[in-house]
């Protein structure tokens, strides 16, 4: 039997994240799983049951359908998330999820435009929230002839836009840190009514260990978990949020479960194959520097995996981490 390029191992395994990515968008896009973060993040849900939030989702979300940049918008659909939106000179870069949901509490005619981004790179090169609050300014700026026309800007709908980072830095973890719009006045006494500037709001949901946490990020830190078995998943999930485990819903977090093992253990391998030839403690430190960047773990974790692994000082693993970090 051929052995494997090294490139032809580098698609393999690129194949199989995409599939695990399809898995937790599509886990985190159950009506029930995104009622629990309504209820537990929007201040529109608190006080609500679960159920509640569910009838307050509005349709199917979306998952990889809608392009962030849209370049032209269609005069013909004025409500509603249309279906029909192209980005033409940017890229199809879509929103992970995408939905709409009433506010409970009014005439059921308000709601808001909600997304929710599942993110491995905390550090991608740029501020993470810079972009969140990018895709905030382009669910308001896309709902011009959508949920308003001319100059009718009371209509204006607000939107969430939520980051589920799921390997923050060290400092980052267990925290959930909002950023939205407030008033601020200057000089007088003067006040605007808030529904008229609270229009924007950017979450950023960072996870830690499921052991650690309780509420909205143990919920969220056991179902994106790589290490945690189906059946502590399922016994937690039934246990302590009761969420009913369907069995299309335990088929998706057994794919997780089965797909996380199965990256990890083929880039770890792959990784410390491609640096053998460097001689022993080298090689296992390229191999381990490429794997961890493949799954987008920041400096500061691979150099304690280094120091735990080779029994280096952090002087040495980070002139590793130098060496290899774009390799």
Request: overall charge negative; hydrophobic content about 30%; aromatic content about 8%.
């Amino acid at each position: 039997m051929q052995e494997k390029t090294a490139a032809a191992k580098d698609i393999e395994l690129a194949r199989d994240k995409a599939k695990l990515d399809a898995i937790c968008k599509r886990i985190l896009a159950n009506k029930v799983i995104l009622a629990w973060i309504l209820k537990e993040c929007l201040e529109e849900y608190k006080g609500y049951s679960c159920s509640e939030v569910v009838d307050c989702i509005e349709g199917t979300p979306e998952i990889s359908e809608k392009p962030v940049h849209l370049d032209e918008v269609m005069p013909e659909k004025i409500t509603g998330i249309g279906t029909e939106d192209k980005t033409v000179t940017e890229g199809m870069i879509t929103y992970d999820i995408r939905f709409t949901a009433k506010i409970p509490g009014t005439d059921y005619k308000v709601h808001l435009y909600v997304n929710i981004e599942a993110q491995n790179d905390y550090e991608p090169g740029y501020p993470l929230i810079k972009r969140g609050i990018y895709y905030c300014c382009r669910m308001i700026s896309a709902q011009y002839q959508r949920e308003f026309t001319k100059s009718h800007y009371e209509n204006l709908k607000k939107v969430y836009s939520l980051w589920i980072c799921i390997n923050p830095p060290e400092e980052r973890k267990n925290t959930i840190t909002e950023y939205r719009i407030e008033e601020k006045t200057i000089i007088g006494e003067s006040r605007e009514i808030k529904e008229n500037y609270d229009l924007m709001n950017c979450m950023m949901i960072c996870l830690g260990d499921p052991e650690d946490t309780d509420g909205i990020l143990r919920l969220l830190d056991t179902l994106m978990s790589g290490e945690m078995s189906t059946e502590k998943k399922k016994n937690v999930l039934e246990r302590d949020y009761k969420i009913e485990m369907t069995r299309e819903l335990e088929s998706e977090v057994s794919g997780m479960c089965n797909y996380s093992d199965g990256i990890w253990m083929k880039g770890l391998k792959q990784g410390i194959e491609q640096g053998e030839a460097k001689g022993k403690a080298e090689g296992k430190a390229e191999g381990i520097i490429r794997t961890y960047r493949k799954f987008n773990i920041n400096r500061k974790q691979i150099a304690e995996e280094l120091i735990k692994e080779l029994s280096i000082t952090r002087e040495k693993a980070n002139e590793y981490i130098s060496e290899y970090w774009q390799a």
